[in-house]
Structures are given as C-alpha cells and as structure tokens.
C-alpha cells in the first residue's frame, strides 16, 4: 500500500502535467457535472418549443430570442445594464475613498477589513428585508427626516429605482472595496513622495500616480459588481415591486409563474451573453493598461 | 550665504513622543557633498525629509531656511529641490521617458520642448536615449533605475539634489564606479548634494563634508579626514572605520607632557590639547593602522608600549589584521598591517607569538565624554 502509493506520488511528480491534472480533476468534475450539463441544457431548451404544461416539446425554433427583442423585453435589458451601470459607478465612487483609507492606515487596518465584511455574517435575503423596514413610508428614513423637518410628508422610497440602487449598491460595495484595496495597499508610499517632489499636486498625484496604478483594482471590483448586478432578482424584487422588473426577475418568472421554460432559458442566454461582453471588454481594458503601463 | 541652514530642528514620532531628529544645528555650502552618516535610526533620513518638506519640523526650534528663505510651510515642490529614493521610486506604470518627462509636464513646460530636455537628462546619466527611452522601469536594471531617477530629479535642474541611500540595493563594483559619477556629477553641474547613507567607505569617499549622526544628534561635522583622523567621539571613532578604545585618567608627568592610567596600571602618553587637568577620566582612540607590532621588550624610544600575545591573524587581502590579546586586563586590540604579500615576504607573526604592541603619542585621540 505504502509501495503503491509512494510510486503514485513519485510518478506524478515526474510528470507535472499529469499532476497538474489529477490536481484539476476533481473541481473539473464537480464543474462538468453541475455547470456545463446544466448549461447545455438550458441551450438545448432555449432554441426548443415551449411544453404545454412547462417543459419543452421536440423540434427547433429560434422563437424565444426572437421575442426577446421585442421592445418590452428590450427595455427590461436597458434598465438592467442601466441600474448596474450606475449601481457600479456608485460602488466606485463611494468604495474607492473607502479602500484608499483602508490602505494607508496602519494600526486599524485589520479592525476596517473586518468591517467591510461584516454584512457577510447575516444573509443577504436578511439583509434586504431590513431594507424594507428602513425605506418603506413608515420606515426609519422617513421617520427622520419628519422629525427633522425636512419633509412634510413621508418620501416615497419603496419600490422606486431607487430602492433597487440603493439595494444593490450596499450588497455590493464590499466587492468593490476589497479589490481596490488590495491594489492600492501594494503602492509604494514613495512613488506619491516622488511625484510630490516633481512638482504634482495632489490631484495630479491622484490621477497621473495612484489612478493608473490601482486600475486593475478598480477593472476587477467593477466586474465583481457589475456582474452580479446584472443577475440580481432579489433586490429588484423585494425593494423594486412589480414595476423595476430586471432580467433577473424576467428569467425567474418564465420559470416559475409563466412556466415558460424555453424563454426563460433565452434570456438566461442573452443575460451571459452581456456578462460575457463585459468580461471580455475589461479583460481587453486592463491588458491595454498593462501594455500601456506595466503596471504589475 | 550656505543653501541650507537647520537651526535646533527636531521631529518627534509616536505617542509618547520620542525624538527621531534632536535640535539639530548645521548649516550647508552652496556646491558642496554633504553626507549625513549613521546607522539605522540615527535620524539621517528623517533630517533629510525634513528638508525635502515630506515632515515638518516640530513646533520651537529655530527653523529650516533653503537658500536663506524660511522654508518651513513649504511644499516638497516650492522649494527647488529634486530627490532620489532608496527604492528608486520610478513610476512602474510610465516609460523611462514619461518618468523623466514627468516633472517638466507637471511643472507646465511646452510640449515641443520637452523630449530635448528629456534626452539631455538620460545622457547627463550616462544612458543612451534611443534605447531606453521607451523601455518600462521593470525592464531595467537596479543600476539603470538608479540612473532614470537621477535623470528624473535632475532634468528640473533643481539647486539641491536629495539622495537617500540611492546606492543601497546595487551591487559592489557598480556601487563603486556610481559613487565616482555621482562625485563627478555633483562637480559638473555645480548642484548641492544632500547624501544619506550608512555606508562610511561611501561617505568618506564621496562627501566634502559629512555629518555624522547619533541618535538623533550630530555627532561630529566635518571634512572625511577630519572625521576619520581626529574622531571627537566614542562613537564617531568605531562608526567610522574601527577603533581601539583604552579609558583611564589623566596625569601630568615631570617633564609636563600628559599621561592617561589605566585601570591595569599602564602610563600611556596622550597627545597635548589645551584644557587638560589632572585625574579626568579620558577615552583614547587609536587606529588599528596607525599602530605597529615588534618583539617583546624592544620599543622604540617614546612610543606607547604594551605587551600581548598574537590571538588571530585575519588575512584581509590589502591589509592583514592582528589581534593581540593584552597581558593584563584581558583587552584586545587590532593591529592592521599593510600586507606586503604573504607568499613572498610572510609576515613574522603566527598565534601564540608573544608581541609588543605599539604607536606613536600623537596618534591616539582623546575623546569626549558622550
């Protein structure tokens, strides 16, 4: 046994590219069985008619993505990109001071990380409905602001665009915060000093030093929340009501209520066809940025 | 009038407070190589960002003046003066053109004259700018880095030039022909350097004059050879290069010249120095060079004498050194002999060798009291 073994392990540290792969095997696997078959799947449902009762019937028709493009579908895609654009743009925005902060502090560093995680610990289902709680009419917000005076009547908040922005940008945020973070801790303190001393000011420091530098930071946090914004069907759901309809809550509903699975499965297609657009058009930005810069 | 005056600066860090810089006084000559010396934590590079204007001084001593106007308040980038950085500190994003270019575009220079300007730079340091003017600092060498960055600080054509510790990471031999350039460069231009460095070989080589630093303190300012020759310090005379110390107290012999007694009872002759009174404890300093070996019982007439048997024999290539275990007090000393060469005329000393260590009165040092 020992004898079998050690000629396993031996064998394969002579081949490094079969230990690589007996190394990749099981994630492949696991990868080959609970995404690509479902995927295929869902192809193969996409381009079928749909069943009577859910379901698909034999035959082939491109029907499904024909009517996606029909104009109330084509806005519930607008919207989408829209409201991740700017949920996106808001995470930058808002995240970016908070990463840099993060990053030049020495003593607190370990307590603000913790910090950023700590909505992690409770569910996100958990944490939207508390949302609600703090956006509806009666809600905290509005209960401030009329004592504060600062309204006569409580403010609409709940089932507005705005609900829904607010909803994904606190989701989202830590995944803007984390990458920008780590991108900005590696930067030399030095390189401001010299930039200093070369006569830039400090928003010339900003945007010709730690910009650039941190871009990869600020291409990988925007993908991880621009991504799953695209996706998202909770938050439009529970803080957007039956009006802020994303293609999250689209591909749910063919799903669930319409019993349409072959739709479904089509605006699934279209949702990864624009994930993976995004993907590949950041991928293409940050290796012009490398090319340009080299920036490590 | 000197380019830069720091009168009784200090700066302290943390809470509490603990001075890295205390009040510390000098003043710099236009044109010159000033070095500030010292080990880590002596407060060389805090001295030197305070004058580059990274830190500010604290609040009462008597402030920095940068070509005779009070430079406290001042940005790094009013105050006329380029720096380089132990880490280089090139932009990694930024070509070595862009990275000369980048204190000329800030400070609003026309465009058209620019790329002169830049390529006048990179030749200054001696690198060719049709090859390296659009290569990334990655692709450099730690030689070639140092050069973009002097290049950098340099094409602003500032009055002063910072360097901390700019040879720190390169190796030996470029170390040593980089020292020269730097030396030469600070001749040709006519700018004042400002140099920090823990490396005493490179100070002395370099500076015209050097202030060695000690805890936060000056502990001497002086010429190289003045610092090396004449150590007015404990500290300065085993910082820079080495040193044997003996303590004891003073004694006016009967001919009026001066003696120090050891604790072990030895009379050594002390150099003259006015101010001298009898029985104060004193510290002499004597270069391992500066001192000989003979055999036992013949010294030659008034010079220091002390007996010893031969410890270690270090072979050091242009010097050999000795050490000699002393026969009272159990004190070693080091005696550095120039190596006439060991396969040809061996030296006539082995371990064990019973020895007589000598030097002439004038070439041990009375040091102060730290």
Redesign the interface.
Known sequence: MRGLRRRLLGGLARRPLLAGSALLAPGAGWLAVFFAAPMLLMLAYSVMPRGRYAGVEPGFTLEHYRRFFEPLYLGILGRTVAWSALATAICLLLGYPVAWVIARSRRRRGLLLFLVVLPFWTSFLVRTFAMIFLLRDTGLVNALLLRAGLVAAPLTLLYTPFAVLAGLVYGLLPFMVLPVYASLEKL?P??L?????????PA?RFF??VL??SLPGVIAGSLLVFVPALGTFVTSDLLGGARQVMIGNLVQNQFTVARNWPFGSAASFVLMALVLVSVLLSLRLRER?AG????? | MPIVEFTRVSKSFGAPPARAVDAVTFAVRRGEFFSLLGPSGCGKTTTLRLLAGFEEPDPGGGGIRIAGEPACGKRPYERRLGMVFQSYALFPHLSVGRNVAFGLERHGRPAAEIPGRVAAALEMVRLDPAVFTARRPAELSGGQRQRVALARALVLQPEILLLDEPLGAIDLKLRKAMQLELKELNRRLGITFVYVTHDQDEALAMSDRIAVMDRGRIAQLGSPAEIYESPRTAFVASFIGESNLLGGKTERRKDGMWEMVTPTGWRLAIPERPGLSEGVALRLAIRPEWMDLGPPGAAPSGANALAGAVDDVIYQGEMIRILVALEQGGARLTIALRNEGQLGRPLAWARGDAVLVTWRPEDGQLLEEE
């Not at chain 1, 000093?193 to 000011?201: P, Q, R, V, W």
């Not at chain 1, 340009?292 to 490590?296: K, L, N, Q």
């Open positions: 030399d030095a390189l000093e010299a930039a200093e001393s070369l006569g830039a000011h010339a010709r030093v650039p530098l940025h340009e810069g080299g920036a490590r």
